[in-house]
């Protein structure tokens, strides 16, 4: 059975300690593939360096999420991705 992990933050410092192993017993139990969305601007460089050790397994994904936005802040994004 192939297992796809959906939204996972394993590059925060909290798991840090043993994040070669999470994902080798990740792996171990069949997950194929972890997709790992940051939470705001502060975490998209730990992010992207765990996808860079792990690449073709760990996946970045990098958006804004509603509660660390305020509403100004989406309106001028908007604006500039159109």
């Known amino acids: 059975m192939r297992l796809i992990d959906t939204h996972s933050h ?3 410092e909290e798991f840090s300690e043993d994040f070669p192993q999470v994902i ?3 792996r171990a ?6 997709f790992m969305p940051n939470i705001d601007s502060t ?3 730990a992010m992207l360096s765990a996808c860079s ?3 073709g397994y760990c996946f970045p994904m ?3 999420h509603p509660t660390s936005v305020k509403h100004k802040k989406m309106t001028i994004m908007k604006k500039n991705w159109k």
Not at 29 to 34: E, N, P, S
């Open 10 to 12: 394993l590059f925060l």
């Open 24 to 26: 080798e017993r990740a």
């Open 29 to 34: 139990a069949g997950v194929t593939h972890i």
């Open 43 to 45: 975490t998209i460089e």
């Open 53 to 55: 050790v792990y690449k």
């Open 62 to 64: 990098i958006g804004l």
